[in-house]
């Protein structure tokens, strides 16, 4: 309908007219293609940034700004997020307490508590002692 509306409209045109209007339309296609191109070429930019950077390219759709500037500015802010996320992550599951058996504090080496809950057992019996004590 718009196509029929579009080919009346231009035939009421005169040849100059006609030849205005077709300059435009290519003018028009002509900017839509740069700018798809340009989109693109912003695109490809963004990933490369994110690969260099290790962070996921997943994210590129939400960074990509209007220029290359724009969407370097969101890249550093989205690493410094996406980092302070994994750090906190990090310290949240690292949180932990260290088990013990006594009722001691926990303010001695790891090692040192197993060395000294070793020593603290039940002691080994010794043949030879249990033998000579009968003879």
């Known amino acids: 309908m718009a196509e029929r509306e579009e080919v009346e409209r231009l035939a009421k045109l005169s040849a100059e007219e006609k030849g205005k ?8 296609e002509i900017e839509k293609r740069e700018r798809a191109i340009a989109q693109r070429q912003l695109e490809l930019k963004a990933i ?3 690969q260099g950077r290790k962070l996921p390219i997943e994210f590129k759709e939400y960074i990509i700004g209007d220029d290359e500037t ?3 500015e969101r890249i550093d802010k989205f690493q410094k997020l996406f980092q302070e996320t994994i750090q ?11 088990p013990h058996s ?3 504090p926990v303010d001695k080496e790891l090692g040192k508590q197993f060395a000294e809950g070793r020593n603290i057992g039940p002691k080994k019996v010794d043949l030879w002692e249990v033998s000579s004590m009968y003879i």
């Open 88 to 98: 906190k992550e990090i310290d949240a599951r690292l949180k932990g307490k260290i």
């Open 70 to 72: 724009m969407t370097l």
């Open 21 to 28: 209007e077709l300059l435009k339309k290519q003018q028009e």
């Open 102 to 104: 006594s009722g001691e």
């Open 48 to 50: 490369d940034l994110l």
